[in-house]
């Protein structure tokens, strides 16, 4: 009898198996680690031949997968997450195993709205499992809705793969390369310290709500300082914004004389390279008990004296990308909102995602030019001033094979495409056009239509 019970229960296990099939992001022929802002399906955050470079407690910290995470698309009833980590995170009394060790889902329903999945097991450093997915909408057992899963945030993550139904859809998200990524460099703070689970990182919060931007979490927890080695390796990750958050590791008095020259380095690289990426420098949040030990505020109001003079250094000289983020303006409620002496928990992290919300967006409508204006009646041209992007809508006698130019007042073209036959609308994103006056052609073979646009 004892037999036939193992066996039974043996043939179930394998009926189930066979029911399910697994998929490894590690092994896919594309880019779909996101959060990896070096092109690679990796479990490091910096690639593999910056360790020869880089500080030997950087490059440990590196190997940590905050910020790392796979979107995919599915239908399935069930989601098993199977992981395993090579070295695991001693949870202090301030941090959960949770937040340190484990893996986090959220889905995205058709409102757009992003919505947090419940495990129904879990085992840190082995298994989640999500059974009997059910949401009150009908698309989802045809259509599926997107996932998001967080790798671990302070372990050392060696493999994870996904289990779904046999019969369901499947298919992980590309990264976009059609957005450049924002980039954010920094200490614990960023690295993920004392989230209750890897999407309460406030990174993780802002990479929803900008889910068209890759969000590059480079938090490496107690060594965040700002070398030109690990500045270097940043600096081959073309961004849209880099945010340098890094204060809160300028912890001891010989710290603050170092701000000056580290940071100028570093801007004077990031800009050299990329003219036309936004830079924000972000002062230390400060202490819980700072008003209890004269020391700790000392050395907070003296980081920030020094950020500041370097931030007005670079304004006077004409920089026009650069953004300051104060520390009054991060706002953080020292008694609510932090989890130990500087770590916020979650409520801290969400203040953290929308301040920096807040201020990306600023540099998002600042960045991308905006069409204002076509002086023509024939040409109709659509503006969407927050993403700097616009529609044309192509008359009836140009829907054949025809060619869009636009030049600017010197006669040099800053844009060319061929139509596809039949285009009714054509969206154009992503010029950055500087302020000024341009002209915008259609022609074939038989009709020519100009239009003068101005962006501001």
């Not at 945030?153 to 924002?182: C, G, H, Q, R, Y």
Request: aromatic letters at 12%; glycine letters at 6%; hydrophobic letters at 35%.
């Amino acid at each position: 009898m004892k037999r036939t019970l193992i066996l039974i229960s043996i043939l179930i296990s394998i009926q189930y198996a066979l029911a399910q099939k697994t998929f490894n992001p590690m092994g896919q022929a594309r880019h779909v680690v996101w959060g990896q802002g070096f092109g690679q399906n990796s479990f490091l955050r910096f690639p593999a031949d910056a360790q020869q470079t880089i500080p030997s407690d950087v490059w440990n910290q590196t190997q940590r997968s905050s910020g790392l995470h796979v979107r995919f698309v599915t239908n399935s009833a069930n989601i098993t997450v199977n992981y395993t980590l090579s070295s695991q995170y001693s949870s202090n009394n301030w941090f959960s195993s949770v937040g340190a060790n484990g893996l986090d889902l959220y889905a995205r329903k058709p409102d757009g709205k992003w919505y947090w999945c419940h495990p129904g097991s879990r085992t840190i450093g082995s298994q989640f499992k999500y059974s009997s997915i059910n949401p009150d909408d009908e698309a989802y057992s045809t259509g599926g809705y997107e996932y998001v899963l967080y790798f671990p945030t302070f372990a050392i993550t060696s493999s994870i793969s996904i289990t779904v139904d046999s019969d369901a859809k499947f298919e992980f998200l590309t990264v976009t390369n059609e957005k450049k990524p924002i980039v954010v460099y920094g200490t614990s703070i960023v690295h993920g310290a004392v989230c209750s689970r890897p999407g309460n990182t406030w990174t993780s919060i802002v990479g929803r709500n900008f889910p068209d931007y890759p969000v590059v979490n480079l938090g490496f927890s107690g060594v965040g300082r700002m070398e030109p080695e690990v500045v270097e390796v940043i600096n081959r990750i073309d961004a849209s914004i880099y945010i340098l958050d890094c204060l809160p590791n300028f912890s001891n008095t010989s710290m603050p004389p170092l701000i000056d020259g580290r940071y100028k380095s570093a801007i004077d690289t990031l800009t050299k390279y990329h003219p036309d990426a936004a830079i924000v420098l972000t002062e230390h949040v400060g202490y819980a008990d700072m008003e209890m030990w004269k020391a700790r505020k000392d050395l907070v109001i003296a980081d920030n004296i020094e950020l500041k003079k370097v931030y007005d250094y670079f304004i006077q000289k004409g920089y026009k990308n650069l953004y300051y983020l104060s520390r009054s303006e991060l706002g953080l409620d020292m008694s609510a909102d932090i989890g130990d002496y500087v770590h916020p928990n979650d409520k801290g992290m969400y203040r953290y995602a929308e301040v920096y919300t807040a201020k990306i967006t600023e540099i998002l409508n600042d960045k991308e030019s905006a069409v204002k204006l076509v002086n023509t009646e024939s040409l109709r041209i659509t503006p969407n001033p927050n993403k700097g992007s616009f529609s044309v809508t192509i008359p009836d006698f140009f829907r054949q094979q025809s060619k869009i130019e636009i030049f600017n007042l010197e006669g040099k073209s800053v844009y060319s495409k061929i139509i596809n036959p039949h285009t009714e609308i054509l969206h154009i994103e992503g010029l950055n056009l500087s302020g000024g006056s341009y002209v915008l052609r259609l022609n074939n073979d038989k009709n020519i239509l100009t239009g003068n646009l101005i962006v501001q």
